[in-house]
């Protein structure tokens, strides 16, 4: 099993920035790919990107391409999600999720964490 622990979220002003962590357990955190989803007050949870086992491949909704920055140390069993310029639009609880292939639905992913908010003021 995986545990995954979600830190960094916060409120800041639109044009800001904000850096997700993820801290999952267990020793086989390199065998799973990881994604980050979200999801509004009254709206369906929502991909915003996925990255693989090794971290050499990414996939960005299109809504967060060129703002949004996932990484993953395996050493540390972390994963990191820089967010910049930020827009009233991705206020949302954040979640960090592991799964065995990388993909953009959320049924891929085995294990979630509790989220962390992210409030983003116009």
């Known amino acids: 099993q995986v545990q995954l622990v979600e830190s960094g979220g916060g409120l800041v002003q639109a044009g800001g920035s904000l850096r997700l962590s993820c801290a999952a357990s267990g020793q086989t955190f390199s065998s799973y790919a990881m994604g980050w989803f979200r999801q509004a007050p009254g709206k369906e949870r929502e991909f915003v990107v996925a990255i693989s086992r090794s971290g050499r491949s990414t996939y960005y909704a299109d809504s967060v391409k060129g703002r949004f920055t996932i990484s993953r140390d395996n050493a540390k069993n972390m994963v990191y999600l820089q967010m910049n310029s930020l827009k009233p639009e991705d206020t949302a609880v954040y979640y960090c999720?592991?799964?065995?292939?990388?993909?953009?639905?959320?049924?891929?992913?085995?294990?979630w964490g509790q989220g962390t908010q992210v409030t983003v003021s116009s």
């Open positions: 999720a592991a799964g065995p292939s990388y993909a953009t639905i959320h049924v891929n992913y085995n294990y």
